[in-house]
């Protein structure tokens, strides 16, 4: 549902009025992330208005759909309890561990406190030990588990039970009297095996599964390769310890894919466009002082040819063409190089291939901009100036090291096990521009 100023402002009208049962009747038919919606756009009192006239559930639902900072912004006014009995306590584990890391280890002590279900409080410290950027990190416990030794009649049995506790039944996992895992029971069996076979006659053995410390790239990497609509967690051993789902997996690529386009962009912190002044400056400033340094370079670069600008005034007009092409060529081949990377669909050890499968794009692409150039600049100046020749040579030969050079550097980052990420946007445009002139300037001198 699209929520317009209106329908805020008759909420906001109606909260100020303190009518619970209109409020109410406009929010009963919404879905959670709907709700979450309209309370981004309330205050922290507003918000708190709104949840107490929902169910816990639904409660519970809303409060992780929330943008983050509002969420942080709303936990700070409730008490420890409230946010145990009212949220937590209706959540799933993964779900509780991922509102638990938001709030300090003080605030965190005291909601475990406040938890009735000794279980459920066991599993959410369990796994904030575990990194968040790992596979651990991003599993939930509630999962249907059945032992490979039931019988079909007492395997139905058992996921009855374990179903009426979980809100979605991804897949049922086979384990052995070790909790190790031994496969997935396909549901299909049930209805078409006999009763008497026993469930580790009829599971699929060895299922796709990650470790507790696969980082959360590669558990996604994972699920997209084999279709996964969730994968199973283990851990040293091979015990079955907890499973991933897809909605959590989206999640995370959504914040990867932010994290690797502000660092792109040259924002070295993740930022939010409410986030305030300080915050955005500091994640701003650094790339921004790089970027004056290589500026400064490049005149101190182009102080030295003074006497060259005087024979020749007319190459200074070309200054840009080449510090830009430089740049979007270098940006180009690292961008494409670090999405290859992302996906898997090339590695790191192919150094020596890609350079070669760039260079040779690099040279036809070369090859048509310096023609271009060459043709317009031989119809201006004539085929004897010599910004002719030497705007055409430096254009040909910026391009080809913008090409290997974004490719080598973002491939080398990953060996060295440094995110590629940062090989694009700033970092490859400065190191461009400022070789792009010494390569141009360098070869006008020669060739004038």
């Given at each position: ?289 790089i970027g004056m340094l290589g500026g400064i370079g490049n005149s101190m670069i182009l102080g030295n ?144």
């Amino acid at each position: 549902m699209e929520m317009d100023e209106t329908y805020i402002d008759n909420v906001k009208n109606l909260i100020e009025q303190k009518d619970a049962e209109n409020v109410k009747s406009l929010l009963i038919d919404l879905h959670p992330a709907d709700i979450a919606e309209l309370c981004n756009d309330l205050s922290p009192e507003e918000a708190r208005f709104v949840y107490r006239l929902l169910d816990n559930e639904t409660a519970a639902d809303v409060l992780m759909e929330m943008d983050e900072d509002v969420r942080k912004e709303f936990l700070e006014i409730l008490p420890s309890e409230t946010i145990a009995k009212r949220f937590v306590d209706y959540m799933d584990t993964d779900d509780a561990v991922d509102l638990m890391r938001e709030l300090d280890e003080e605030k965190q002590e005291e909601i475990l406190s406040h938890i009735e279900d000794i279980e459920q409080a066991g599993d959410i410290v369990d796994l904030l030990k575990y990194d968040e950027d790992t596979a651990g990190g991003l599993m939930g416990t509630e999962m249907v588990v059945v032992n490979e030794n039931w019988s079909m009649p007492e395997c139905l049995k058992e996921m009855r039970q374990q179903a009426e506790q979980l809100d979605e039944i991804y897949y049922v996992y086979v384990i052995d009297d070790e909790n190790r895992l031994q496969g997935v029971f396909p549901l299909k069996k049930m209805i078409t095996s006999p009763s008497v076979s026993k469930v580790k006659h009829v599971m699929r053995k060895d299922p796709i599964s990650v470790h507790v410390d696969t980082p959360v790239e590669d558990v996604v990497q994972t699920i997209e390769k084999y279709d996964l609509v969730a994968v199973p967690v283990i851990d040293s051993i091979g015990r079955l310890v907890g499973q991933i789902t897809v909605d959590d997996v989206m999640d995370e690529v959504r914040e990867q894919s932010e994290r690797d386009y502000q660092l792109a962009s040259g924002l070295s912190q993740d930022v939010e466009t409410d986030d305030n002044v300080m915050r955005q400056t500091s994640a701003r400033l650094p790339w921004l002082i790089i970027g004056m340094l290589g500026g400064i370079g490049n005149s101190m670069i182009l102080g030295n040819f003074d006497v060259t600008f005087a024979a020749h005034p007319e190459m200074a007009l070309y200054i840009p063409l080449i510090g830009g092409t430089g740049g979007n060529v270098g940006t180009q081949s690292s961008a494409i190089i670090v999405q290859g990377l992302a996906n898997n669909s090339l590695d790191a050890k192919d150094i020596f291939k890609q350079i070669t499968k760039e260079s040779v794009v690099a040279l036809i692409n070369a090859t048509i901009i310096s023609l271009v150039v060459y043709i317009y600049n031989f119809v201006r100046f004539g085929a004897t100036a010599t910004v002719t020749y030497s705007v055409s040579i430096s254009l040909f030969a910026v391009v080809m090291f913008a090409s290997i050079f974004g490719t080598l550097v973002p491939m080398t980052l990953e060996k060295l096990k440094v995110d590629p990420a940062i090989a694009t946007g700033p970092f490859i445009a400065i190191t461009n521009d400022i070789i792009g002139m010494m390569l141009y300037m360098g070869i006008t001198v020669l060739l004038a």
